[in-house]
T-cell receptor
Framework: DAKTTQPPSMDCAEGRAANLPCNHS???????VYWYRQIHSQGPQYIIH???NNETNEMASLIITEDRKSSTLILPHATLRDTAVYYCIVSLSSNDYKLSFGAGTTVTVRA | GAGVSQSPSNKVTEKGKDVELRCDPISGHTALYWYRQSLGQGLEFLIYFQGNSAPDKSGLPSDRFSAERTGGSVSTLTIQRTQQEDSAVYLC??????????????FGEGSWLTVV
């Protein structure tokens, strides 16, 4: 059973914000929302994670709804190098290392 | 410091041969993971090492696959009598001990294995 649902693809104009949605309606109270991305021919790269509060780091912002059933990853100023597959996953805070990446969202940033 | 390092980056081998893939985790990281990713597919968990605890081998697809971690650092994934369906990217990852706000996993670039 897929724990998260993401759109298969989306396009974004260079320099604009990219908003990537993720539904995780069955998330449990102690599960975190993680975002990774995978640029072609490279290993997955950690982006950000959160539990309840919105989070921001140098790469992105994560907005989690109050009921925690969905979240949005925001890339504030997309560049061509942000073209990648973006994965939203839910994971426990510890020992849930059997990560399951679904199909993700293929984001294409266009000049 | 350096990230997770894997070698070889690319390996082409003949069916039936054995291969060894190496992973150097980030210094200080106690947890080490191996995953497999076939073309266009998601990640498939293989094996997990945490400190001196017994590894979780539940993801290994067959007894042709084995892995060891020496001295709590470097790990080797061995595939014996390789088959064409073993062709994939083998990803190693590591994470630091005891993060209070979730386990952030850092991946290497992968070892691309092609069995011909």
């Amino acid at each position: 059973d897929a724990k998260t649902t993401q759109p298969p693809s989306m396009d974004c104009a260079e320099g604009r914000a990219a908003n990537l949605p993720c539904n995780h309606s069955t998330i449990s109270g102690n599960e975190y929302v993680y975002w990774y991305r995978q640029i072609h021919s490279q290993g997955p790269q950690y982006i950000i994670h959160g539990l309840k509060n919105n989070e921001t780091n140098e790469m992105a912002s994560l907005i989690i709804t109050e009921d925690r059933k969905s979240s949005t990853l925001i890339l504030p100023h997309a560049t061509l190098r942000d073209t990648a597959v973006y994965y939203c996953i839910v994971s426990l805070s510890s020992n849930d290392y059997k990560l399951s990446f679904g199909a993700g969202t293929t984001v294409t940033v266009r000049a | 410091g350096a990230g997770v390092s894997q070698s070889p980056s690319n390996k082409v081998t003949e069916k039936g041969k054995d291969v060894e893939l190496r992973c150097d985790p980030i210094s200080g990281h106690t947890a080490l993971y191996w995953y497999r990713q076939s073309l266009g597919q998601g990640l498939e968990f293989l094996i997990y090492f945490q400190g001196n605890s017994a590894p979780d081998k539940s993801g290994l697809p067959s007894d042709r696959f084995s892995a060891e971690r020496t001295g709590g650092s470097v790990s080797t994934l061995t595939i014996q009598r390789t088959q064409q369906e073993d062709s994939a990217v083998y990803l190693c990852a590591s994470s630091p001990p005891g993060q209070g706000t979730g386990n952030t996993i850092y991946f290497g670039e992968g070892s691309w294995l092609t069995v011909v």
